[in-house]
């Protein structure tokens, strides 16, 4: 043991060295054979470096890779706008692909120990692969399942009270930084910078109507997500976590006001949920009473000023039309799944074969698209997964766990109404978390299934 010890100190030199001379490689190549070779060798060396990186500094760069994601809807469609080649590789390379390589190296180093809320999961992981074999789209099978990843890699992720503190600090800042950014869009820019993006992004389509609401004149702010109600669910988990984590009421203020103009009614909803739930298990009720009515206030005056009257009105009096095409969806999401106790398949129902068919069976709940597609039990399994990881986290008496447990049961909300269990930039916000959060309920200490000890204190083991 003591010669590897010995011998690993000169690592970092020996992976500087050999960057290094890529990079002097580089240069002589583009005198000698021109730029074309000099480009190849640098991708090599940036190749090089980038794995390096992630293996001397894996939890930094799975902080880096998740502070990104409410950033890549954005970044990868300006890419496309401005003609960047191979925008959708680069999309899979800067997304799933990193968080699947940062999983094996943190299962390797930390080990994984299974519990009830995994085995539900690879129990509605099974089901789904065995029914996708019978007939499905990969591509929504890829989506439906995208959670698996960002939740594995919170489940082998150990971090010190200084590294989650700083994941908590982060996330929340983010969100007010892209907050503010929306509302800039939403007051000063309008709907024309992003209805140019999309003529050249989704020639054809146009902007999507979930930026727009009945009864509402205005843009729904979306920031740099792919839609208002994905950036509603950022919002609401962020002020879940600054709720446990934070007492300044700055950034919350801010996300606050971007969640309002997101009109996204299932997100105001889960946020509340998630926050009564969380101030009456931590023993704050003061602090409730006090922000939710400074909320009120702040909601009641930003009606006028986004002309959320006629909108708001419409939803009281029950003659929202986006209200009543939700409560038809959920009538025939249930007679649907009573017909196909099996499944159907991936992307029978949903928003991915409304795009392609727009005379597809319209599902909007996440729970139903669910059952339909892989088969009743598929879908009590995913409940099944949600109910023991709710119970486990909120059993854990930390702040990571009532933060994980208020996230699940204000994401859970949402589900019941809307589709959102596709997007992995916000999977990765959601299950990360809740992965982290039923690990470290665990236990301390305790041998893992790859014999490796899982002790909390630092990357590795």
Known sequence: MKAQSVDNRYLPSFWASILVSILVIGALQSVLMGPAAAVIVLIGGAV????????????????????????????????????????????????EIPLLLISFILWRRNGLRLRAPDWF?????????????????????????????????????????????????????????????????????????????????SPGEG????????????LREASTTAGPLLFGAFCMAALIIWWVYFRNPLPAGIIFAGLICTLTRS???GTAIAILLLALRMGQKK?????????IIVFVAAIPILG????????????????????????TGLEYVGSHPMGSGAESVGPRILRQNAAATHIESSYLILAAQYGLFAGLCFVGFLLTAIHRTWKNRTPLGYAAAAILMGFGT????????????????????????????????????????????????
């Open 287 to 295: 602090r409730l009473a006090s922000y939710a009515l400074l909320g």
């Open 121 to 201: 999961l690879l129990a509605f992981f099974a089901i789904g692969l065995i029914r996708s074999a019978f007939g499905g789209g990969v591509r929504g099978f890829i989506d439906d399942f995208g959670l698996l990843i960002p939740y594995a890699a919170g489940k082998v992720t150990v971090l010190t009270d200084a590294q989650e503190r700083l994941w908590a600090k982060c996330a929340v800042w983010i969100a007010a930084v892209l907050s503010a950014v929306g509302m800039a869009e939403v007051f000063v820019l309008g709907d024309g910078p992003r209805r140019v993006l999309y003529a050249v992004v």
């Open 48 to 95: 090089v470096a980038s794995v390096w990186l992630v293996l001397r500094r894996t939890v930094m760069v799975l902080g880096i890779v998740l502070a990104i994601m409410p950033l890549h809807f954005l970044a990868v469609s300006l890419g496309q706008f401005y003609g960047l080649p191979h925008m959708t590789a680069i999309s899979a390379a800067t997304k």
């Open 414 to 461: 949402m589900m019941f109404f809307l589709p959102i269990h596709q997007d992995f930039r916000l999977n990765s916000w959601v299950w990360f978390p809740v992965g982290l959060a039923v690990s470290s309920a665990i236990g301390q200490g305790i041998p893992t299934v790859s014999g490796l000890p899982q002790r909390r204190g630092g990357e590795t083991a």
């Open 207 to 218: 902007l999507p109507t979930s930026y727009y609401a009945n009864d509402f004149e205005g």
């Open 267 to 269: 997100a105001w909803a």
């Open 308 to 331: 959320m009257g006629d909108y708001l009105f419409s939803t009281r009096t029950g003659q929202d039309t986006s209200e009543q095409v939700h409560s038809a969806s959920l009538l």
